[in-house]
């Protein structure tokens, strides 16, 4: 049972004890439900508890066989297909999270006894740590942290109900990629009822694009109207075919630097979610929260995501802790962390044999596919 106290001096209790508190605020994350173990989740989650710092966490998927028949009494041994094999490896990274409790007559003096206890500590730290883990998953995926989009769709300054249909095409058929050649159909992502399908995540600039689509207003106003599957009710913005739409909060916070290959500790988030550019090229562009970003830039875009099974890898090590220090002034005051061993990043699978000739796995986005939107005037 989870209690308001630490026995700070038992490694194994304090352990888990911090680990409880992550999993309750893990109930805020927005991609804890499409984290899974297996490479059918949209984000890959695996954990090898023994990796520190430098170590490497590792991906295995599977392909399947092809090859031609074997017609009569011709010779079929030796002509067997190799059974193709992918992998995908990050390596984790040391991490910590901190927060000053005060000192003990400030949290009196306000009435607020708890901002000096480990249980409120932790409560904080849970709540940081899932903006943290978040975030360095939107940012994996939109290619901010340097793994740039093999491929691209960019609709230029319009998004509206017909091109949802013209995007779904170009997922089954590999032809209309702005940026990126043929490659295999993102692996679709399973409902808890078997359906099969992508998510599609859009920001609210390109989600107020679509709501003001008359085709769109059209189907709205008469569909799902009542009840808790109504699409305005529940945040999904609707399903077409394949694709399910999702709206996604914005980024609220700071970036150090000012190019897109940042690290996960570049970040001070206040609000997780996804960011904009301000340039016609993504690559020498700044991003939301990055100082100089320009919000009235006339080169403004958006970047919607789709995802699809196995899109996202993310990698943890030794169990997270909960640490504690007093201050050297006679420990008037202290400071409290969780440390963590993690990494996110997009799949890119490594052929481990042989790639296949057409439907390609191998040194691309494996389950993602970047929409660009120009929302600037």
């Not at 390596?91 to 000053?100: K, S």
């Not at 032809?175 to 998510?199: M, V």
């Not at 990055?290 to 995802?307: C, N, P, T, V």
Request: proline share 2%; charged share 25%.
């Amino acid at each position: 049972m989870t209690t308001g106290v630490v026995k700070y001096g038992s490694d194994l209790e304090r352990r888990k004890w911090m680990r409880e508190g992550l999993i309750q605020s893990a109930s805020t994350s927005f991609w804890s439900p499409m984290t899974g173990s297996t490479k059918d989740a949209i984000v890959y989650q695996s954990t090898n508890a023994n990796a520190g710092d430098g170590h490497t966490v590792v991906f295995d998927y599977s392909g399947n066989i092809s090859g031609k028949a074997i017609k009569g009494k011709e010779t079929a041994y030796g002509k067997g297909e190799e059974k193709r094999k992918f992998s995908d490896k990050l390596t984790v990274e040391r991490y910590r999270l901190v927060v000053d409790n005060g000192d003990e007559f400030d949290g009196v003096n306000i009435g607020d006894i708890n901002l000096t206890t480990h249980a409120d500590s932790r409560s904080k730290l849970g709540d940081l740590f899932t903006r943290f883990k978040d975030q360095s998953l939107f940012d994996a995926a939109q290619g901010s942290l340097g793994q740039a989009p093999s491929h691209v769709i960019d609709l230029g300054a319009s998004f509206g109900y017909n091109d949802l249909f013209e995007i779904e095409k170009t997922l089954k058929t590999s032809t209309g990629f702005t940026t990126g050649g043929i490659r295999r159909p993102l692996d679709a992502y399973r409902t808890a009822d078997g359906k099969p399908l992508w998510i599609f995540l859009v920001d609210s600039a390109m989600a107020t694009l679509l709501k003001q689509d008359d085709k769109f207003q059209s189907i709205v106003s008469n569909a799902d109207v009542r009840g808790n599957g109504n699409r305005l009710i529940n945040g999904v913005i609707g399903k077409l075919g394949n694709l399910i739409i999702v709206e996604v909060s914005q980024f609220f916070g700071e970036t150090n630097g000012t190019t897109n290959n940042w690290g996960l500790d570049a970040s001070n988030i206040e609000i997780s979610g996804m960011r904009q550019y301000d340039g016609a090229v993504p690559g020498s562009a700044l991003w939301t929260g990055q100082e100089g970003f320009d919000y009235a830039s006339s080169e403004l875009h958006s970047r919607g995501l789709i995802l699809g099974a196995g899109a996202l890898q993310l990698g943890f090590g030794k169990m997270p802790d909960y640490k504690f220090q007093k201050s050297v002034d006679f420990g008037i005051t202290s400071e409290s962390a969780v440390e963590f061993w993690m990494d996110a990043k997009k799949a890119v699978m490594t052929a481990e044999n042989t790639d296949y000739t057409q439907a390609k796995v191998a040194n691309l986005d494996y389950g993602v596919v970047a929409v660009d939107v120009k929302i600037g005037a």
